[in-house]
Each structure stands twice: as structure tokens, then as C-alpha cells.
């Protein structure tokens, strides 16, 4: 979770919603990804699409069923329909996301899918709380 982390830092630096998340296939991160919406312009550009697609790339398969996904916060009801298709072996996540959270949708993730979370609630939740202080400000 920490490398995890160190993305959302990147997305914090760079004024997006600081989430970041990795992939990891036999222990070595395949993917890495940060929210880069307003960057690119684009909604889809979630820390874990830009992870799960990283992932893909480096295996040459849209399919990551040996693969688990590291995330900062809860997924949203897009990202985990992503993690469905790409049939992943794992989710873990950081902090829980009440508001737009896939969980409060019911059972999103694959079936073989192993859910795991919060982990390391308080670290990916300050990252968060800090982000959206400036904000207010």
C-alpha cells in the first residue's frame, strides 16, 4: 500500500484528487497509476484504470486473474466494473469510500475476486482529508 500511497502523493502535487494505485503480479508492481482527470481531461483517467491498463499492457493480456490492485480509496462503481472484466485475483483497498464507493451498489468485483480492506485506513484517509482542506481554503 505504501507505493500505492507515493502515487497518491503525485496525484496531491499535481492538484488531483490524490488516489493512486498499483497492480502487482509475483510480487513486483506491473502497474502504476494516479488520478490524472484534469490533467488529461478525461474522466475515465482514475488511478486504477491507469493501472489496470499499465498492468495489461506489461503481460500482453486484458485478463490480470494472478494479479492483486493496491488503491488508496475505495473504488468507484466504474473502476470496479473495470476490475470485474480484468477478472483480478485481488482488490485492496485503503481508506472506504462512503459517498461514491462501488460497495453501497452491492457486489461489483468478480466473483473469484478477493476483497480486502481498509488497509492502512488513517495514511490514505489524511492524504484525502489534507487535499480537500486546501480546497476549502
Not at 473495470?82 to 485503503?94: D, E, H, I, N, T
Request: net charge positive; proline share 4%; glycine share 6%.
Amino acid at each position: 500500500m505504501r507505493h500505492a500511497l507515493a502515487e497518491a502523493q503525485k496525484a496531491f502535487e499535481t492538484d488531483e484528487i490524490p488516489i493512486g494505485a498499483i497492480v502487482v503480479f509475483e510480487n513486483r508492481i506491473i502497474g502504476r497509476g494516479y488520478n490524472q482527470t484534469e490533467r488529461l481531461r478525461d474522466v475515465t483517467a482514475h488511478a486504477e484504470m491507469l493501472a489496470l491498463t499499465a498492468a495489461a499492457n506489461h503481460l500482453g493480456n486484458k485478463y490480470l486473474a494472478d494479479c492483486t490492485l493496491y488503491v488508496t480509496i475505495e473504488p468507484c462503481v466504474m473502476c470496479a466494473g473495470a476490475s470485474y472484466w480484468a477478472q483480478l485475483k485481488a482488490v485492496v483497498f485503503g481508506a472506504e469510500e462512503p459517498k461514491v464507493g462501488f460497495r453501497r451498489h452491492g457486489q461489483l468485483l468478480h466473483p473469484r475476486t478477493k476483497l480486502r480492506g481498509p488497509v492502512q485506513h488513517e495514511e490514505c484517509a489524511a492524504l484525502m482529508r489534507a487535499f480537500f482542506n486546501l480546497k476549502r481554503k
